[in-house]
Nanobody, 126 residues
């Protein structure tokens, strides 16, 4: 069993930056993929970014490419999401999730993720 706890959310003005952290308890195996999703009010939860635990391969939604960076610290069992040049449309609850067998073709598919955190709110004002 894996538990995920997000932190680092908050309120920021457009153009600002935030760094989210996701601390995982329990064993994270090399087969895992760790991802970030977000859900805005009235919208579906959508993929933001993901990283494979072993090779560190990264994947991004088109809407955040060039602005967000996902990284992981294997020693700390922690995944980070550095968010720069934030926009009002980035406002959402951000969730960390873990996929037991990371699949490059399904790394952006929320139904393929096995564990989820409780979420952290990010609010970007114009």
């Amino acid at each position: 069993q894996v538990q995920l706890v997000e932190s680092g959310g908050g309120s920021v003005q457009a153009g600002g930056s935030l760094r989210l952290s996701c601390a995982a308890s329990g064993r994270i195996f090399n087969s895992y993929g760790l991802g970030w999703f977000r859900q805005a009010p009235g919208k579906e939860r959508e993929f933001v970014a993901a990283v494979t635990w072993s090779g560190g391969n990264t994947y991004y939604a088109d809407s955040v490419k060039g602005r967000f960076t996902i990284s992981r610290d294997n020693a700390k069992n922690t995944v980070y999401l550095q968010m720069n040049s934030l926009r009002p449309e980035d406002t959402a609850v951000y969730y960390c999730a873990a996929q037991i067998y990371a699949s490059p073709t399904q790394i952006d598919t929320k139904s393929r993720y096995n564990y989820w955190g409780q979420g952290t709110q990010v609010t970007v004002s114009s």
